[in-house]
């Protein structure tokens, strides 16, 4: 069936670091794909998004490309701080129309001073 | 700023007893979603409500129910709650539409079920 993967966690950094999350997806045509972030406590806040093949969503200094032809939506930051440490997730929305998401196990990301 | 809010940060309550969570929107969405949260499974979605009084059964809705009898209000409820119950339970709403209206989240309730 449709599914969302994301690479394992916990990712490791050093402060000023590059940072890529990979996530690829299986589904039925064409979802729009999310990046949301979690901190420490709290719920889920949505850091872009895109709705068809080759959007670029970014914000905050991340960006992630829609791409079809690998079914791909990997995360980057050019440089990371210690306080993009959180949780990260790449859901689809699923093709019923209802508006659901379809969520992977998410990644942690550790960035270290 | 769309505002989700739940009603418990955290949450204790023992096995066998009805637990209610509840969320309330102040954005006028017509979608709203309950989820559990567990380490290495990501959110799993347990219900979710398009309309006032209207419900739909999500991936994993065995040992819960809810209630919608207004627009911004969406309970979640353990009927006879167990410990495998005790998860992080996050609620969502969004517009409802077909242009892919991304969900907004609460902050979460953490439930521990002894």
């Known amino acids: 069936g449709d599914s969302v993967t994301q690479m394992e966690g916990p990712v490791t950094l050093s402060e000023e670091a590059f940072l890529t999350i990979n996530c690829t997806y299986t589904a039925t045509g064409y979802p729009s794909l999310f990046w949301y972030v979690q901190y420490p406590g709290e719920g889920l806040q949505l850091l872009l998004k895109?709705?068809?093949?080759?959007d670029k969503g970014s914000n905050k200094g991340f960006e992630a490309t829609y791409r079809k032809e690998t079914t791909s939506f990997h995360l980057e930051k050019g440089s990371v701080q210690v306080s993009d440490s959180a949780v990260y997730f790449c859901p689809r929305m699923t093709t019923d129309s209802w508006g659901k998401l379809q969520f992977g196990a998410g990644t942690q990301v550790v960035v270290t001073p | 700023d769309v505002k989700v809010t739940q009603s418990s940060r955290y949450l204790v309550k023992r096995t066998g007893e009805k637990v209610f969570l509840e969320c309330v929107q102040d954005?006028?969405?017509?979608?709203m979603f309950w989820y559990r949260q567990d380490p290495g499974l990501g959110l799993r979605l347990i219900y979710f409500?398009?309309?006032?009084?209207?419900?739909e059964k999500g991936d994993i809705p065995e040992g819960y129910s809810v209630s919608r009898e207004k627009k911004e209000r969406f309970s979640l409820i353990l009927e006879s709650a167990s410990t495998n119950q005790t998860s992080m339970y996050l609620c969502a709403s969004s517009f409802y539409s077909r242009s892919n209206q991304p969900q907004h989240f609460g902050d979460g309730t953490r439930l521990s079920i002894l």
């Open positions: 409500s398009y309309d006032v009084k209207m419900k």
């Open positions: 895109a709705t068809k093949a080759d």
């Open positions: 954005m006028d969405h017509e979608n």
